[in-house]
């Protein structure tokens, strides 16, 4: 009999560069570790601006970090790997990023959403919805 191996919990949030520096900010006041490219308060060694997708997600799976973006082109069927340390895709407005964030690290806190986000991909609204992404990439499937 084979031991599964049990998946690992996530470690903080990358943030597409995309996305307003403040995010950031927001969700290391609420206890996460969170960083993007030109914005890295807690020197963690993030790529630089204007590293593509697939090679930020990447970093994100190797460092064990949730990827975030507005890209709802990473929702589609084979947009990210099989293996990753998950992806929301933020479905809001620039005004309403802040609050969805802070939505975010408010969620983040529960001790269940650790080895949860692992391989899964998510999309998170502004009034704190969070939809689930089928493998096909249609958003908020049941």
């Known amino acids: 009999m084979g031991t599964q191996k049990k998946p690992h919990s996530i470690r903080g949030f990358l943030l597409d560069e ?3 520096a403040a995010c950031v900010d927001t969700l290391l006041r609420g206890g996460c570790k ?8 807690l020197r963690l060694g993030v790529p630089p601006k204007g590293t593509s997708d697939p090679a930020l997600l ?15 082109g990473l929702a589609g069927a084979g947009a990210v790997p099989a293996r990753h340390s998950g992806v929301i895709i933020l479905i809001c407005t620039d005004d309403d990023e802040l609050t969805t964030i802070d939505n975010l690290a408010k969620t983040a806190q529960r001790p269940e959403l650790g080895s949860a986000l692992v ?3 998510f999309a998170l609204t502004a009034d704190g919805q969070v939809l689930p992404i089928a493998p096909d990439g249609t958003i908020g499937w049941q």
């Not at 969170?34 to 308060?41: K, L, S």
């Not at 990447?58 to 709802?72: L, R």
């Open 18 to 20: 995309h996305i307003q």
């Open 58 to 72: 990447k970093w994100a799976t190797k460092h064990h970090f949730c990827f975030v973006t507005k890209d709802q």
């Open 34 to 41: 969170a960083a993007q490219p030109g914005h890295d308060p």
């Open 119 to 121: 391989n899964w991909r």
